[in-house]
């Protein structure tokens, strides 16, 4: 992976030449990582003029999981107490650097300032994120990973509908998950756990309460897997205990065509704005427009959250080798809902169209 690093190193320094600074200081841990392999506990990444490094207030942690630095790639652990970004503007400027390119969007303003007042005549110039756009298409070792993580998060997902649902709570369901996901192999969570039963099911982002699970619920479930830093997301929406009922069965294949007509999408060339079109005109022919989410699906890797945003007003389009998510939803308040949510690798037609990851049955299952 030494040339993997070293290559997407060598891609920002030259977006950096071409902005006009020498040198650069990434600070973004997602972005730290990204570039150099790992990313230590408040470690920040120097592009220098000579060579580069990675300076860390401590030695490196070695857990598979926060990943390894680079061999290629100098590590330097400060002496004493200090702030590595401050050091690392220090170093570049003793290279003879007059203008460094630095990530504003993560610098905070006390930062910013002791950077000032240690090296006052070098040159802030904001990179903007031009590291978050480099990590938009993916290599297929990261793929790699994402798939293994899909592969976990499917694993845990499935062996806990086999268990004993009713009367168990959303927080112990939600926890269950988590130690699943860890005893597969997944470094943890992707992000908190959510499990969302009866009037809760089918909220975005909900946060476990003790709601015991009932017969008859709509039990929603989205977790995810991390795996060596790659991070994959799915969701299901199950019946609890008894057949669906009619507006179960309704409000299900509703959301489900929904999905698919947003998956169906997935091509290179096509527009961010389009994905999240396909599934918004679905839902809002059948009179659920004021109750969609913002956005129908995301970016995933080094975290859960990233580039592209497939979301009405996003501006660009889909490359080949984009991981995104597609999960569309409807809650009716007071009664439930339902969310589907499949992480895709976006491929062209000739290789076999979108790559599915999360391959859990998404059949209305009732538990």
Request: charged content about 25%; proline content about 6%; aromatic content about 2%.
């Amino acid at each position: 992976m030494s040339e993997v690093h070293a290559a997407r190193r060598t891609r920002l320094r030259e977006r950096c030449h071409a902005g006009g600074s020498a040198s650069a200081l990434v600070t973004r841990p997602a972005n730290v990582r990204y570039l150099a392999g790992a990313a230590p506990h408040h470690a920040v990444l120097l592009l220098g003029r000579s060579e580069d490094l990675l300076l860390c207030p401590g030695p490196p942690d070695a857990r598979a999981g926060e990943g390894r630095p680079d061999e290629a790639l100098r590590v330097q652990r400060l002496p004493g107490p200090g702030d590595p970004a401050v050091a690392a503007a220090d170093l570049a400027a003793g290279q003879g650097v007059d203008s460094l390119a630095v990530e504003e969007h993560h610098l905070t303003v006390a930062r910013h300032r002791a950077i000032r007042s240690v090296v006052p005549r070098l040159r802030l110039v904001d990179m903007g994120g031009a590291v978050e756009q480099l990590r938009v298409v993916k290599d297929e070792e990261e793929i790699s990973c994402l798939r293994i993580g899909a592969e976990i998060a499917d694993q845990a997902l499935g062996e806990l509908l086999e268990s004993i649902l009713v009367g168990r709570t959303e927080r112990h369901l939600a926890l269950e998950l988590e130690r699943r996901l860890v005893d597969h192999g997944a470094d943890g969570p992707a992000f908190a756990t959510s499990v969302a039963t009866g009037p809760n099911s089918g909220r975005r982002c909900h946060r476990p309460t003790d709601r015991r699970v009932e017969e008859g619920d709509f039990l929603s479930v989205c977790l995810g897997a991390t795996y060596r830093g790659y991070r994959c997301e799915i969701g299901r929406t199950f019946v609890i205990g008894t057949s669906p009922t009619d507006w179960q069965i309704e409000l299900y294949d509703l959301v489900f065509a929904a999905q698919r007509a947003a998956r169906e999408t997935l091509t290179p060339g096509v527009a961010y704005r389009d994905v999240d079109r396909a599934a918004r005109q679905v839902l809002d022919s059948a009179g659920y427009a004021e109750s969609l989410p913002a956005l129908t699906g995301h970016g995933v890797g080094l975290e859960i959250d990233e580039d592209p945003q497939l979301a009405p007003a996003a501006m660009g389009k889909l490359d080949a080798c984009v991981p995104v998510t597609v999960e569309p939803g409807v809650h009716l308040p007071g009664r439930g809902g339902v969310r589907i949510d499949d992480t895709l690798v976006v491929r062209p037609e000739a290789d076999g169209g979108p790559e599915l990851l999360t391959i859990t049955t998404k059949e209305l299952l009732a538990l």
